[in-house]
């Protein structure tokens, strides 16, 4: 990659190899939740992510690529802890483990998501940074609902 427009779709199918993904995982989170809340917070966010996708399908299309994702060893990783947790994990662990875990991937995707916006409005793509200031927008709001869960349920 020489250049930022390059960097931009790189990153672009990054980030839906990521959110596909995580469309993979999500369900087996879910089952292994043991909070109601967490799970539907799980539950939701896999709805989301459904969209969220559509809506990268959008961003392509504003630079007139096809779709498609690269593998992506960040999500990869943090997928895999999950795994790791859902295997070994027990009692108040897991679900504050899986919220934690959880939290990791909303990390990820708003650092991914912010730097993509921003390099869509120096390259003067202005719908794909409206595109992804609405998904940027949805990852910061799942993350806060996290938070909050954590905070008044899942550590206590």
Known sequence: MKTLAELFEHTLQDVY???NAITKALPKVAKAAKD???KAAVEHHLEET?????TLKKVFKTIGKKPEGVKCDAIEGLLKEADGLIEEGEG???DAGLLAASQ???HYEIARYGSLREWAKVLGNEEAHVLLSEILDQEKATNNKLTNLAVTSINK
């Open 17 to 19: 190899y990521a959110e």
């Open 36 to 38: 109601a809340k967490l």
């Open 50 to 54: 459904k969209g969220q996708i559509e």
């Open 92 to 94: 108040v662990a897991l």
């Open 104 to 106: 990791a991937v909303e």
